[in-house]
């Protein structure tokens, strides 16, 4: 049941003789810098950009100014994040003055966009490459052209149907967490989103090789899996058999060994029964592959014709006819969701049946996001827009409504006892240990780093919105 958008094994070859070739430019010691910006999906294009470098004879860097080659990973869903990787990218060019050789690469979503091109090439002369988002399995023949070429080398002509995991990822050593996509693209077209235009249609992966990879991660020792795809329940439409992502799923948790699955993102339109079923049956537990209790359901709006303008093909009673059957078969159930404010047309009444969609389904935590103009899409040309002031209202009201909700439902966590996977020395208090439960709950407790990596029962004596506080339980 292969899917037909794998990389031909000629395409293969060819990108592996590339990276020899670059690893044979020189036996100096090259370290590559990566910055990435955006969704998980951008962390493991990330991942395998890293591993690519290394084979050509990079080693990874956490320092740009001892860099022989910068990348910078971007994302294009909101002008924010883009205006953020420019200017990041500016500051690289000192490192570039200094040393003339250093590779200068932007890649990702904001360079598959045809218009960047002349900006980035009028304001940024000094970038060496743009890479767009479906175009990293060229990486290797890129960085090759841009070496022989001695930098310069404008590249976007995006390919929107490629498949690239037959090359290398690098992953970060003994890490107890990994990303596994599972379907790249998006046939959706909300009418705000970018993603359609700079990521291309849905093609999912092989289920056979990401049954493979994940029994490697799981006897490697990986605890965590998060699966990846910007729609998950369409995974397996274009597989010539009936296969969907329920029963990846299921077929994931008959894998031996003891790992935590999580997936983002589901789209409410493609999400039903089956999936929840599947969730139901397959928990996580110790000893055992199984399901983190939570769903990520972005619901963007709690008004039907706001929802309908966005092209999301639900309406909230059918949205919430799903929630309401997730809490009945799994009452522990961590709900969070993506909500935009601000689409245009949106009036004070529509805004207001999203507060009460947050009333309705108590969501433990939410994503929200300012609504941003993005150039080629349908919302960017309607009419209506709402004015900036109005949207900053409405977002500080959405937060301060969430953070009460988030609030009352992390306090019934207090006096119970969870079990969190350690990830290291809290931020914001050093003398304190991190964990996250399977809800992704972030808990702070006192204990030695040495645990870190490993899952700890703790009992939770205090909750905040955003965090939970316990001990080790002995
Ligand atoms: N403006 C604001 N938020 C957006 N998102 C996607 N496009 C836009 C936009 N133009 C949000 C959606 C999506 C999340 C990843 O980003 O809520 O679910
Ligand atoms: Fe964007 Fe909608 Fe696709 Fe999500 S489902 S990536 S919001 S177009």
């Not at 841009?146 to 498949?163: A, M, Q, Y």
């Not at 690239?164 to 990822?169: F, G, I, K, R, S």
């Not at 433990?364 to 209202?393: C, H, L, W």
Request: some cysteine; overall charge neutral; aromatic content about 8%.
């Amino acid at each position: 049941m292969a899917s037909n958008f794998h990389l031909s094994e000629t395409e293969i070859n060819k990108q592996r003789h590339y990276m020899s070739l670059v690893r044979a430019f020189t036996d100096k010691p090259r370290y590559v810098y990566i910055k990435t910006f955006g969704c998980q999906q951008n962390e493991a294009d990330s991942e395998r950009l890293c591993g690519m470098a290394e084979e050509m004879g990079y080693q990874r860097t956490f320092d740009p100014a001892v860099a022989d080659m910068i990348l910078v990973n971007t994302c294009a869903v909101r002008e924010h994040a883009e205006l953020k990787a420019l200017s990041i990218t500016g500051g690289y060019k000192k490192y570039k003055e200094k040393k003339p050789d250093m590779i200068l690469g932007v890649c990702g979503c904001m360079v598959a966009q045809e218009h960047r091109k002349d900006d980035i090439k009028n304001k940024y002369p000094y970038i060496d490459i743009l890479l767009g988002a479906t175009l990293i399995h060229r990486f290797p023949e890129i960085v090759y052209t841009t070496l022989c070429n001695g930098g310069r080398n404008f590249w976007i002509d995006n390919e929107l149907s490629v498949i690239a995991e037959e090359l290398p990822v690098k992953r970060e050593a003994g890490a107890a967490a990994a990303w596994v996509s599972v379907m790249y693209g998006c046939n959706n077209f909300c009418t705000y989103c970018i993603v359609p235009y700079v990521r291309g249609r849905e093609r999912s992966r092989d289920p056979q090789k990401i049954l493979s990879e994940i029994r490697a991660l799981i006897s490697d020792g990986v605890r965590e899996i998060t699966l990846l795809g910007q729609n998950v329940n369409s995974y397996g439409k274009d597989l010539d058999r009936n296969y969907d992502f329920s029963d990846l799923l299921r077929d994931i948790c008959a894998i031996p060994g003891e790992c935590v699955i999580h997936f983002m993102t589901s789209h409410p339109k493609d999400a039903g029964h089956k999936l929840i079923d599947v969730m139901a049956e397959n928990p996580a537990q110790k000893g055992k592959v199984g399901i983190a209790c939570r769903l990520h359901l972005p619901l963007q709006a709690g008004n039907d014709r706001v929802l309908k303008a966005m092209n999301r093909h639900y309406d909230f009673d059918k949205y919430m006819s799903l929630i309401t059957y997730a809490k009945e078969k799994m009452p522990d159930i961590a709900l969070t969701t993506d909500i935009i404010v601000g689409f245009p047309g949106e009036t004070e009444e529509e805004f207001l049946d999203t507060l009460n969609a947050l009333k309705a389904v108590e969501y433990d935590n939410i994503f929200s996001f300012i609504y941003s103009k993005r150039k080629g899409t349908p919302a960017a040309e309607m009419a209506d827009q709402v004015p900036d002031s109005v949207k900053q209202n409405r977002m500080k009201r959405l937060l301060d409504l969430q953070n009460e909700i988030s609030r009352t439902k992390n306090a019934k966590y207090v006096g119970k006892t969870v079990r969190a996977l350690v990830e290291g020395i809290s931020k914001t208090d050093s003398s304190r240990l991190t964990g996250r439960t399977e809800q992704n709950k972030i808990v702070h407790f006192e204990g030695p780093t040495s645990l870190t990596g490993s899952y700890v029962s703790i009992e939770v004596t205090s909750a905040e919105a955003h965090a939970l506080y316990g001990n080790i339980k002995k």
